[in-house]
């Protein structure tokens, strides 16, 4: 399997920054596309890889939406399918993109309306069949 992000190395005299793994929503907007949502799967410095509903073009100019972070420009570095590399204008901070993250997961015990309902209760009788009080082989309760 090819890696995508191959493609675009680096100068010799440029270092990749280090990239953290993350699982984050959020969104894209570009003249071309308008705005959708994207999943970011990992994030550095000055960039996102993630993957969308659309293919996006190397070079494209995108405003990236980011959990905890004003929208902030970008440039399309790498293309694969709809799987993407985007270079930040700004710094990404991500101790910002894990708080805020984190403010938007909601546990199950937080939902005050949760409640048990039974199950209902329906007769299946029909009118003109008899009921039979009990069924060779049935081991159900007599009625």
């Given at each position: 399997?090819s890696?995508?992000?191959?493609?675009?190395?680096?100068?010799?005299?440029?270092?990749?920054?280090?990239?953290?793994?993350?699982?984050?929503?959020?969104?894209?907007?570009?003249?071309?596309?308008?705005?959708?949502?994207?999943?970011?799967?990992?994030?550095?410095?000055?960039?996102?890889?993630?993957?969308?509903?659309?293919?996006?073009?190397?070079?494209?100019?995108?405003?990236?939406?980011?959990?905890?972070?004003?929208?902030?420009?970008?440039?399309?570095?790498?293309v694969?399918?709809?799987?993407?590399?985007?270079?930040?204008?700004?710094?990404?901070?991500?101790?910002?993109?894990?708080?805020?993250?984190?403010?938007?997961?909601?546990?199950?015990?937080?939902?005050?309306?949760f409640?048990?309902?039974?199950?209902?209760?329906?007769?299946?009788?029909?009118?003109?069949?008899?009921?039979?009080?009990?069924?060779?082989?049935?081991?159900?309760?007599?009625?």
């Amino acid at each position: 399997m090819s890696n995508p992000e191959a493609n675009a190395s680096p100068a010799p005299d440029e270092k990749r920054q280090p990239r953290q793994s993350r699982l984050v929503k959020a969104a894209l907007a570009c003249q071309r596309l308008g705005q959708f949502d994207v999943t970011i799967r990992n994030v550095s410095l000055t960039g996102i890889g993630g993957q969308g509903p659309h293919a996006l073009h190397i070079g494209e100019r995108i405003t990236v939406f980011m959990p905890g972070h004003e929208p902030m420009l970008g440039t399309v570095r790498w293309v694969a399918g709809n799987r993407f590399g985007i270079e930040t204008d700004k710094t990404i901070e991500t101790v910002r993109l894990r708080a805020a993250h984190a403010d938007q997961l909601v546990t199950a015990d937080s939902k005050a309306d949760f409640q048990i309902v039974p199950a209902p209760r329906i007769s299946t009788w029909r009118p003109g069949l008899s009921r039979a009080t009990s069924l060779p082989g049935h081991f159900g309760t007599k009625r």
